[in-house]
């Protein structure tokens, strides 16, 4: 089975991936955006756009989870947003051909949404350059909203008013798993989150 997470920047779908993961220890998480980041090495500065317009890089996702859904004991974790309906149906589409597929989208307000980005390192160090609130993945937010809210990206996982583990325990239920270890008291849970907060910095 493959749990695919999107969400808006901001929502919520790396910390969600991981601690879904830590909570089913065979599961495992498989990032698509660190075969784009290779793509992009091996390509000349002028071609690193958007890595999701490579045609190699929606083929490259599609062969790889099937190859991870294969070899892992547990469901396969995906933190990844596509919110072009043509790549979407592309890549989901090719994968529910073979593979369990359960997608997700977190959903926030734009409001939440800004609040979270705000308090990111990215956000905190473009605002002392000198480049105000106004990232890259600020000014996505509304286009990621609106198009995640659409029936195709469903099932939609509510977020504004929910903590990490109510989102992760709401997506295990929906997929039917069952989750082996129980939630970390806040003390506990702050080193791992940290972990994966600073492994997810992209300068």
């Given amino acids: 089975m493959l749990i695919w997470i999107s969400g808006a920047f901001g929502a919520g779908k790396t910390h969600t991936a991981h601690e879904l993961q830590r909570r089913l220890p065979e599961a495992h998480v498989a990032d698509p955006e660190l075969l784009g980041f290779a793509m992009h090495k091996m390509l000349p500065a002028a071609a690193r756009d958007d890595f999701q317009d490579l045609a190699q890089w929606r083929a490259g996702v599609v062969a790889t989870l099937r190859d991870a859904e294969r070899a892992s004991a547990g469901p396969v974790i995906v933190p ?3 919110v072009r309906d043509d790549y979407f149906d592309e890549i989901i589409g090719a994968l529910r051909a073979s593979v369990e597929v359960r997608h997700y989208a977190l959903i926030a307000s734009p409001e939440t949404l800004r609040k979270r980005l705000r308090s990111r390192w990215e956000t905190r160090s473009a605002r002392l350059v000198g480049g ?37 325990e709401a997506i295990a239920a929906d997929a039917g798993l069952t989750l082996n270890r129980p939630r970390l008291s806040p003390l506990r849970a702050q080193a791992p989150r940290l972990e994966v907060a600073v492994r997810h910095i992209r300068l």
């Fill in 80 to 82: 990844m947003t596509v």
């Fill in 132 to 168: 105000g609130d106004e990232t890259w993945a600020m000014r996505h937010i509304d286009h990621c909203v609106a198009t995640l809210a659409q029936p195709r990206y469903a099932a939609h996982v509510p977020t504004d008013d929910r903590g990490l583990d109510e989102v992760v």
